[in-house]
């Protein structure tokens, strides 16, 4: 068989979605196929990987996402103060005044804590409880993120 005809089977082979041809032609036969075939003889052996089982504890705790994890671990009397909007968050209502809050100090229900700037609004975020600031989670000038924590409050 001439080498230009295989050169075009195999031309044609590519071209369609044919995945094997076999050609004979007097005595010569040609088969020509896209697809690897692999022959796995009774010699060759598999290995079986097993994973180690999982207590179901573990099992929990990946059913939970990281914020329900939060909530279950932390004290229930904390209050996490969430941000209601994407903004900037500011301490102090202009930059020579002290800030609202600081860690330690009594809030009571309505108090300012922060001011969060967004579209060039000023939004004054108030307490929803009485308590005391246990700790605030930015600084003066950060970019803050819808439902981000900004305040933990520990209630009265």
Known sequence: MDLRK???LIELLNESGVGEIEITEGDDSVRISRESTSI??????????????????????KTLTPKETNAVTKNINQFEVLSPMVGTFYASPSPDEPPYVKVGDTVKQGDTLCIIEAMKMMNQIEADVNGVIKSIKAQNGDPIEYDQIIFVIDQD
Do not use: C, R
């Open 40 to 61: 796995i003889t009774p010699s060759q052996k598999t290995q079986k990987i097993s994973t180690p089982p999982e207590n179901k504890e573990d099992q929990i705790q």
């Open 6 to 8: 295989v050169k075009k």
